[in-house]
């Protein structure tokens, strides 16, 4: 299997300003790899620093050390090094990002915020809704709601809208936070049954799941990333 | 976004001084088509002076702006004749104010506010120009039967959208906007913001886009720029720069907030 992410040496502490310039350590040397195909499931107490490696990868923090190479087709990114137009680039094709919380945008549609990365790469309007559509049914969600903006959906209504959007491309890689924890038991399923289809498509998984039957049913391999604890 | 295209404009050491005031200092940037830039800072950073000199309504103390013309060809906007100038500013480029009555003929009728900008362009006919007008007027949400209204009869919000209709109309590809939410209430704005959203990514717009306002640059830009005393302090991807910010007064700015 080929690899499709590579985490080299990585180090990340936060220096906060308003705080006299305090430093606060948050990992050091998280080396780990991810292959077509495969699911790496991130383990650790809360405030390891597992989401600030997931958004490390998608470049929505910085990295003070270290490398994380993407491999896509026959080119590498190094995202650690990656300018602004590089990260965009490879955000539209190549890696996706399902974060723990939905940033709902007033007034857009549920199906429209699942769609539009499709729409942003360049599909038809109406396939990639007819796609996102697909998914929020799968999630089962009410096709009543997907008209409305997400604002006002519940927690695990709003999940389900993030997870169809992180899900409705085909991006080589796919990052997730904790896609499961509002979720109910049936809704759970539904999710381990999706990434485990994306798996046996040659997608590259990076994952934080807190609940054990779920990690059981997506994980390949777990990296435990108190091993990569910061001295403070 | 393909990585090896030119840019479409670019500054380079953009400096301007106000007698022994710094407007600002030291400003280079590439935007290329597509792409949104937030310019973000407090009053008096220097965000309106960079916006002003970037659309070439402020000559530049030190430094220059270059334009890629639609022939392909970059030019320095100091070489272009006023004439030349003002024919992109009238065509290829769009300027979105504040304060709608800067930016709109506010005794001219809803449709004459559209039309203009046509007739810059060359065109005559009196019934494409008014249907041209209708399809826009419906494309920002206003009611084409009011094309014959004067826009000082129209609400604060709905001036702000005809604005960006009659810059829109010439298909421009660059816009520059000035806090276009600004002064509006907060579900007028959020109508704004949706609508310009949807128009920038249609359309293809690349933006320069300056706010204080940091809800408004995450929601619109791909990156920031932050400004603090006519200095740009830090620049990046929109969501790292907001979420990871390095400098301190970046930090002071995310940190100041309030969340919803």
């Known amino acids: ?232 | 976004m393909a990585e090896n295209e030119q840019p479409l404009l670019v500054a380079d050491g953009l400096t301007r001084w106000y007698g022994r005031q710094l407007g600002c200092r030291d400003v280079s940037l590439e935007l290329f088509e597509g792409e949104v830039l937030a310019v973000v800072g407090e009053s008096g950073s220097g965000k309106s002076t960079l916006l002003h000199l970037l659309a070439g309504q402020l000559a530049p103390s030190a430094g220059l702006v270059r334009y890629r013309m639609r022939d392909g060809v970059t030019r320095d906007l100091a070489a272009l004749s006023e004439a030349e100038r003002r024919f992109l500013a009238r065509t290829d480029w769009g300027y979105v104010q504040q304060d709608a009555a800067l930016g709109l003929r506010m005794a001219v009728s809803a449709g004459g506010n559209i039309g203009e900008r046509l007739m810059a362009v060359g065109w005559r006919h009196y019934g494409r120009i008014r249907g041209a007008a209708e399809s826009w007027l419906d494309r920002v949400e206003i009611d084409p039967a009011r094309i014959d209204e004067a826009p000082s009869n129209y609400s604060g919000g709905m001036r702000q959208r005809l604005q960006i209709a009659r810059n829109l109309v010439t298909q421009p590809r660059l816009v520059f906007m000035d806090e276009p939410t600004g002064g509006l209430d907060v579900s007028v704005q959020a109508r704004l913001l949706d609508l310009l959203r949807r128009l920038v990514q249609d359309l293809g717009l690349a933006v320069v886009i300056v706010t204080h306002d940091l809800a408004v640059a995450r929601l619109l830009s791909h990156r920031i720029m932050v400004m603090k005393g006519g200095e740009v302090i830090e620049t990046g991807l929109t969501d790292q720069v907001l979420d990871d910010p390095r400098e301190a007064y970046t930090q002071l700015l995310v940190s100041s907030v309030l969340p919803v």
């Open chain 1, 1 to 232: 299997m080929t690899t499709v992410l590579e985490v080299s040496d990585v180090s990340k502490s936060f220096t906060m300003h308003l705080r006299g310039g305090m430093t606060l350590p948050v990992v050091r040397g998280v080396s780990f790899a991810a292959r077509a195909g495969e699911c790496v499931v991130l383990a650790g107490p809360s405030g390891a620093g597992k989401s600030s490696i997931l958004k490390m990868i998608f470049g929505s923090y910085r990295c003070d050390l270290g490398a994380i190479h993407v491999h896509h087709g026959d080119e590498r990114t190094d995202v650690a090094n990656a300018g602004p137009r590089t990260m965009l680039a490879l955000r539209l094709r190549v890696v996706a990002y399902v974060s723990q919380f939905l940033r709902a945008v007033p007034r857009v549609a549920a199906v429209d915020v699942a769609a539009e990365p499709l729409i942003a790469c360049g599909t038809e309007r109406e396939i990639a809704a007819h796609r996102a559509g697909d998914l929020l049914a799968r999630l089962n969600l009410p096709d009543r709601m997907w008209g409305l903006p997400p604002a006002t959906f519940s927690g695990g209504e709003q999940q389900r809208v993030n997870i169809a959007r992180g899900l409705v491309g085909d991006h080589p890689l796919l990052l997730l936070d904790e896609p499961t924890a509002s979720l109910d038991a049936a809704n759970r399923a539904v999710v381990i049954d999706l990434v485990n289809a994306r798996k046996r498509r040659g997608t590259a998984i990076v994952a934080i799941v807190h609940d054990a039957d779920v990690r059981d049913a997506i994980a390949d391999r777990i990296v435990d990333v108190t091993t990569f604890a910061a001295a403070a």
